[in-house]
């Protein structure tokens, strides 16, 4: 690589990336011929299907459900509402409407020909995707006359249960700084098999995603940002057993960025393997069609596992990760890549293993964001103590030269965060980022000194374990527990029964117009 500060050497840089396309390929090959319940749920959602029936069961589950109950599935639900549309001239809204009323079974309408039904809501779904679009023009022309902070942009966690009390927090973190609000879910939403309807104001550690949540949040901001001269950007998680869901639901509201990483939900929240893979595929097909940036979880691993040994399959994972988003059509400016400042603060030239790890992400993934994570799982309620370890972290982040930085707060490990707490983090960052802005670019490091060695240790044994799950595939992989130390097997988890198998003939406009638009 030329003008790795690192030394790195490009023969193990271009092998690793081999394998991970290898690897990559493998994966796609494995999880061909299925699709999800909310895979299908999201080509509902994109073609504009809304609302709850009177037991508030969300109504793109009322359609998929019907049809799945019927043996249908395989086909696509596409296939179904296009047939209805061509039969009745209904829309999409109205078919589901009609369904949760028990006036019409799609099943037993007659069929038109294939083609005709396949040109109809390919034409819906087109339309859909225009309008969708049309949106991001405008935010991105919006971006573009406000204008935002420079990267390493100030990604800000924050959740009350209660979206109107989100919206006071994210607009008090808006005015000391932040530049990306990322509202957390309630605890185990992930594991909800279904996206909750409307505006909530409970929920356990966090926010419930919902679409209605999202429009309130995004509006509030939009305000705020036009009021200010500043864009802010927002933030959910577009991860568990809905994943193209909230990927759909954050495209119509305008989400600037989503952490979408099926491994976490798999890892964390026990979701079949299978499962999660097939439908992180379509929910980053949709992320990268509208140019909103992912965030991969690979810092998680570092929770569960110690800092210093777990490198190299953090740095396995970026490689494997970024081609998995590059097959979906995601682009490099988008993928913004995990990593963590997790080693533990007693051990010698700690601050250099980080940055060797921080450099070494930075220059293998040279066009990507990254996603920098501040110290977490040693912090144990000694709030000075984690003061000065974000202070490193800080110190890090802005001379290795990171894109997306979540904010460290000092009262880490003691309870949820309070807004001044928050305040103070970014007030440290403010510091530290101006203090030492240009460091990064004066510094060079010791040729063979701990730094570089440390960082050429790393790849190499990221090389080797690329090598090895290349040849036993990432689903064996995951059951050996490569990543993070938790082991998890494929024909496991939950969700697995939402898989289900295509037939011939299987169609999903959302996945051939993304696909021909990306690789036109």
């Known amino acids: 690589m030329s003008g790795s500060k690192l030394d790195l050497d490009p023969g193990v840089v271009a092998a690793c990336r081999q394998a991970a396309r290898q690897i990559a390929e493998q994966v796609t090959d494995q999880i061909a011929g299925r699709t999800t319940l909310s895979v299908e749920r999201s080509v509902t959602r994109l073609l504009g299907v809304d609302g709850a029936d009177s037991l508030d069961v969300p109504l793109p589950n009322v359609l998929v459900d019907h049809v799945h109950e019927r043996g249908g599935l395989g086909h696509g639900i596409a296939y179904w509402l296009g047939n209805t549309m061509l039969q009745t001239g209904r829309s999409p809204q109205e078919i589901a409407d009609s369904v949760s ?10 069929l038109a020909d294939d083609r005709a039904i396949h040109d109809r809501v390919a034409e819906e779904c087109a339309a859909r995707l ?50 990306i609000i990322a509202v957390i879910r309630s605890t185990a939403q992930s ?25 309130i949040m995004r509006e509030a901001m939009d305000e705020w940002s036009e009021k200010h001269g500043r864009y802010v950007r927002l933030s959910s998680f577009c991860s568990g057993l809905c994943m193209s869901e909230i990927a759909s639901m954050g495209a119509w509201e305008g989400f600037d960025n989503m952490v979408n990483d099926a491994l976490y939900g798999i890892l964390y929240r026990d979701i079949n393997i299978v499962r999660g893979l097939i439908d992180q595929r379509v929910s ?57 400042f997790e080693i533990d603060v007693p051990v010698r030239n700690g601050l250099l293993y980080e940055w060797a790890q921080a450099q070494l992400t930075r220059e293998l993934f040279p066009d990507c964001p990254i996603k920098y994570m501040p110290p977490t799982r040693h912090m144990d309620g000694n709030l000075f103590r984690t003061h000065a370890s974000d202070t490193l972290f800080n110190l890090v982040t802005i001379a290795t030269g990171q894109g997306v930085q979540t904010i460290g707060v000092p009262t880490e490990g003691i ?6 707490d928050r305040v103070l ?3 440290n960052v403010d510091y530290v980022f101006n203090a030492a802005h240009d460091l990064g670019e004066e510094i060079e490091f010791k040729r063979g000194g701990i730094i570089q060695t440390r960082a050429q240790e790393v790849l190499a044994a990221a090389h080797v374990l690329l090598e090895r799950i290349a040849q036993t595939g990432l689903f064996e992989a995951i059951e050996q527990a490569t990543f993070g130390d938790v082991s998890r097997g494929v024909e496991d988890g939950r969700g697995i029964e939402g898989i289900v198998t295509t037939e011939e003939g299987y169609f999903n406009p959302v996945v051939d117009l993304m696909r021909e638009a990306t690789y036109a």
């Open 191 to 215: 594991l909800l098999d279904y996206v909750p309807y409307g505006p909530t104001t409970e929920g356990y550690g966090g926010t419930f995603a919902t679409q209605a949540n999202f429009r």
């Open 425 to 427: 983090g970014l007030q």
């Open 284 to 340: 980053r097909m949709i992320n990268g069609y509208f140019g909103v940036v992912i965030n991969t979880g690979e810092d998680n691993y570092l929770r569960t596992a110690d800092a210093i040994e777990a490198a190299p399959s953090v740095t396995a994972s970026q490689f494997i990760n970024h081609q998995l988003a590059r097959e979906s059509g995601v682009p490099d400016g988008q993928i913004a890549l995990g990593d963590a």
């Open 101 to 110: 009323a028990g006036e019409i079974v799609l099943t037993e309408i007659d």
């Open 415 to 420: 309870f949820t965060p309070h807004i001044h």
């Open 130 to 179: 225009k309008e969708i679009s049309g949106r991001f023009d405008e935010r991105r022309a919006m971006r573009e006359r406000l204008g935002e902070g420079p990267p390493p942009l100030r990604y800000v966690l924050t959740a009350t249960g209660d979206v109107y009390e989100d919206v006071v927090h994210a607009k008090a973190v808006a005015e000391a700084g932040g530049d």
